[in-house]
């Protein structure tokens, strides 16, 4: 033991020494950075590091060590862009993708956020499906392709199904990851505090597994962007839409390959900014909330 | 585990087959004793084991009064926090009975156990929520509570702003914000420094005496039992039991030589329960 048998502790002090005595602890131990306002080298950064691979790029493609029918640089691949943007195709091609895209994302989160939640929540289900659902991230959903093609014909509903099998197993897995990271005394407290099953759920394991759950949401976009995309490069045709897979094809096709670059560029570049405008701040916020972020190189 | 007649400071050792504070009538200050109150926490024969492992705690008995603040001191591992765990019914006792009040009991965990994503305002308000008050009336109530603490300005921040002792104090009001008679604390402030620490004292008395709270707040550190308790429960290693209780008056709080000699008396006694492991 420590304590010295010396010194007890005694009352010392009246109650307005105390009060400010505390109050002066207070002010001296809590933390006083203001909020900054929007800070350039976030978007400044991403941009010249972009610049730079396109001089890269085309420093390269100047040296002529390739033919340009197969090696176009950035010139080339910008004026290719401009011609489809001029026709349209650009216009129509992100236009359906990105509409796929986000219904596809939006019924994953319906059907993968109550599952996630009750595999989590329900040691015998988990227990059950856990393995398939993992099991189920890991198989790339192209595989489901063809059977998609045989069930559903040259139709939306095979990009729709190949965009679900590839986005709800990430989510699911996301949320579960979520809810196995919450500390467990979150849970006693919540039992403490006399919370039901239901607002145990709700109030407590939901919110602190918010992090976690955002994370298995980006991650299922991310799938189901590619899965789509890849769904579009295979089923070409019927009713079938023109979207940005398919503009890669047809590049293919016709063997150009500035629009083929045209449609890769096109399809990172969504990806880039539904990440910079949606996920990123989302994250942010929600990690800045909780005082994860100091340190961090975000 | 013979009483020690000779030391300075009357002790009462409980032997364990007697009922716990029949011995308590030979102490010098026994209008503070414990059976004159209601009571408020019984424990008889209480007994826990992990698994097959040797028992955590083995025979313990203990009667708190109602309106009571009683310390429980122990080495670190003797089994306090599995005590009040059982108190709270976080868990189960293996043996033995208890009796504690049928609306539970209120807990302070050692970390401050703050919610990260709600405000100060927000976890008090959340505990007030789960225990059916209305909207309106959570924020008023909330305020009042972190007023009580002294941290009605800071009921904005979320927890990773504000210091070590502020957490704790917020989670004082989550607390009191369950409205339970009883109020069970587990080191709350052993990871504080020494200066927040002697304000959280002071604090914690003045809630103890203007809520008139049971409070059974667990410590390692003998002079933190004896600046809180009203009673100091003695609490053995492996197995843990309660082996010796003292009173404190308010003398032992304001008079150095009296409140030195019965801190040194604790603190032999806890050494020599310690020694025997050795
Ligand atoms: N859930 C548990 N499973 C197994 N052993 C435990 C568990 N909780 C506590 N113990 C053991 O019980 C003993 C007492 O623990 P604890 O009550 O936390 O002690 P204290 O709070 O006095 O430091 C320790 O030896 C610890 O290893
Ligand atoms: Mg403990």
Redesign the interface.
Same mark, same amino acid.
């Given at each position: 033991?420590p304590?010295t048998?010396?010194?007890?502790?005694?009352?010392q002090g009246s109650?307005d020494d105390?009060?400010q005595?505390?109050?002066g602890?207070?002010s001296l131990?809590?933390?006083t950075t203001a909020k900054h306002g929007v800070d350039w080298t976030r978007v400044l950064l991403p941009l010249a590091a972009f610049l730079v691979i396109l001089v890269a790029w085309q420093v390269y493609v100047s040296l002529g060590f390739r033919r340009r029918d197969i090696v176009p640089g950035p010139l080339d691949v910008i004026g290719s862009l401009s011609t489809l943007w001029g026709e349209g195709s650009v216009q129509q091609a992100v236009w359906t993708s990105l509409q796929r895209g986000l219904v596809g994302f939006l019924i994953s989160v319906a059907v993968a956020t109550p599952l996630g939640l009750l595999l989590a929540q329900v040691k015998l289900l988990r227990r059950a499906f856990g393995p398939l659902i993992s099991g189920l991230q890991v198989l790339p959903s192209v595989a489901w392709v063809p059977a998609a093609i045989l069930w559903f014909g040259l139709t939306d509903g095979t990009a729709y199904f190949v965009v679900l099998m590839g986005a709800i197993p990430s989510m699911v897995n996301g949320l579960i990851a979520g809810v196995d990271q919450i500390p467990p005394?979150?849970r006693?407290? @919540?039992?403490?505090? @006399?919370?039901s099953r239901l607002?145990m759920a709700l109030?407590?394991v939901l919110?602190?597994a918010?992090p976690g759950y955002v994370a298995g949401l980006k991650q299922g976009w991310a799938f189901s962007w590619r899965s789509l995309m890849a769904a579009e490069i295979i089923t070409v045709g019927g009713t079938m839409g023109f979207g940005l897979g398919s503009l890669l094809d047809q590049g293919r096709t016709l063997s150009d390959m500035s629009v083929v670059f045209s449609a890769i560029l096109l399809i990172l570049f969504v990806g880039i900014i539904v990440e910079l405008l949606v996920f990123a701040p989302i994250e942010k916020r929600l990690l800045r @909330?909780? @005082?994860l972020l100091s340190g961090s190189t975000r | 585990m013979a009483a020690t007649p000779e030391a300075a400071v009357s002790e009462t050792a409980v032997s364990e087959t007697a009922v716990p504070h029949a011995a308590v009538s030979t102490d010098p200050a026994p209008s503070l004793a414990a059976p004159r109150r209601e009571a408020a926490v019984v424990l008889e024969n209480l007994g826990k084991r992990f698994g097959s492992g040797a028992p955590v705690l083995e025979d313990v008995n203990a009667t708190i009064g109602q309106g009571e603040f009683v310390a429980l001191l122990g =080495?670190s591992g003797c089994g306090k926090s599995t005590l009040l765990n059982i108190i709270?019914g976080?868990e189960e006792p293996s043996s033995g009975a208890l009796e504690v009040p049928s609306d539970? %009991?209120? *807990?302070m *965990?050692q !970390?401050s =156990?703050l *919610?990260?994503?709600?405000s100060a305002r927000g976890n008090v308000e959340? %505990?007030l929520?789960?225990?059916g008050v209305g909207r309106a009336e959570r924020r008023t109530r909330a305020m009042e509570l972190l007023e009580l603490v002294?941290?009605a300005e800071?009921a904005d921040?979320?927890?990773? +702003?504000?210091?070590?002792?502020?957490r704790q104090r917020v989670s004082l009001a989550?607390a009191l914000a369950?409205d339970r008679p009883l109020l069970l604390m587990d080191e709350p402030f052993a990871a504080l420094d020494a200066?927040?620490r !002697?304000?959280l004292? !002071? +604090?914690l008395e003045?809630i103890w005496k203007e809520t008139g709270r049971t409070i059974v707040f667990v410590t390692?550190?003998?002079? +933190?039992a004896?600046?809180l308790g009203q009673r100091v429960l003695l609490l053995s290693s492996r197995p843990g039991r309660v082996v010796a209780q003292w009173e404190v008056s308010e003398e032992h709080?304001?008079n150095?030589g009296k409140?030195?000699e019965?801190?040194?008396a604790i603190?032999t006694r806890?050494?020599e329960e310690?020694r025997r492991h050795a």
């Amino acid at each position: 033991m420590p304590e010295t048998v010396t010194a007890p502790v005694l009352k010392q002090g009246s109650p307005d020494d105390f009060r400010q005595l505390e109050a002066g602890l207070d002010s001296l131990q809590s933390e006083t950075t203001a909020k900054h306002g929007v800070d350039w080298t976030r978007v400044l950064l991403p941009l010249a590091a972009f610049l730079v691979i396109l001089v890269a790029w085309q420093v390269y493609v100047s040296l002529g060590f390739r033919r340009r029918d197969i090696v176009p640089g950035p010139l080339d691949v910008i004026g290719s862009l401009s011609t489809l943007w001029g026709e349209g195709s650009v216009q129509q091609a992100v236009w359906t993708s990105l509409q796929r895209g986000l219904v596809g994302f939006l019924i994953s989160v319906a059907v993968a956020t109550p599952l996630g939640l009750l595999l989590a929540q329900v040691k015998l289900l988990r227990r059950a499906f856990g393995p398939l659902i993992s099991g189920l991230q890991v198989l790339p959903s192209v595989a489901w392709v063809p059977a998609a093609i045989l069930w559903f014909g040259l139709t939306d509903g095979t990009a729709y199904f190949v965009v679900l099998m590839g986005a709800i197993p990430s989510m699911v897995n996301g949320l579960i990851a979520g809810v196995d990271q919450i500390p467990p005394q979150y849970r006693r407290v @919540g039992q403490v505090l @006399g919370a039901s099953r239901l607002e145990m759920a709700l109030q407590i394991v939901l919110p602190a597994a918010l992090p976690g759950y955002v994370a298995g949401l980006k991650q299922g976009w991310a799938f189901s962007w590619r899965s789509l995309m890849a769904a579009e490069i295979i089923t070409v045709g019927g009713t079938m839409g023109f979207g940005l897979g398919s503009l890669l094809d047809q590049g293919r096709t016709l063997s150009d390959m500035s629009v083929v670059f045209s449609a890769i560029l096109l399809i990172l570049f969504v990806g880039i900014i539904v990440e910079l405008l949606v996920f990123a701040p989302i994250e942010k916020r929600l990690l800045r @909330g909780r @005082g994860l972020l100091s340190g961090s190189t975000r | 585990m013979a009483a020690t007649p000779e030391a300075a400071v009357s002790e009462t050792a409980v032997s364990e087959t007697a009922v716990p504070h029949a011995a308590v009538s030979t102490d010098p200050a026994p209008s503070l004793a414990a059976p004159r109150r209601e009571a408020a926490v019984v424990l008889e024969n209480l007994g826990k084991r992990f698994g097959s492992g040797a028992p955590v705690l083995e025979d313990v008995n203990a009667t708190i009064g109602q309106g009571e603040f009683v310390a429980l001191l122990g =080495a670190s591992g003797c089994g306090k926090s599995t005590l009040l765990n059982i108190i709270a019914g976080l868990e189960e006792p293996s043996s033995g009975a208890l009796e504690v009040p049928s609306d539970g %009991a209120a *807990f302070m *965990f050692q !970390d401050s =156990a703050l *919610f990260p994503w709600i405000s100060a305002r927000g976890n008090v308000e959340l %505990a007030l929520k789960l225990r059916g008050v209305g909207r309106a009336e959570r924020r008023t109530r909330a305020m009042e509570l972190l007023e009580l603490v002294h941290l009605a300005e800071a009921a904005d921040k979320r927890p990773h +702003e504000l210091s070590g002792g502020m957490r704790q104090r917020v989670s004082l009001a989550r607390a009191l914000a369950q409205d339970r008679p009883l109020l069970l604390m587990d080191e709350p402030f052993a990871a504080l420094d020494a200066i927040t620490r !002697d304000l959280l004292h !002071d +604090e914690l008395e003045r809630i103890w005496k203007e809520t008139g709270r049971t409070i059974v707040f667990v410590t390692h550190n003998v002079r +933190e039992a004896v600046r809180l308790g009203q009673r100091v429960l003695l609490l053995s290693s492996r197995p843990g039991r309660v082996v010796a209780q003292w009173e404190v008056s308010e003398e032992h709080r304001t008079n150095a030589g009296k409140a030195g000699e019965l801190t040194g008396a604790i603190t032999t006694r806890l050494r020599e329960e310690i020694r025997r492991h050795a």
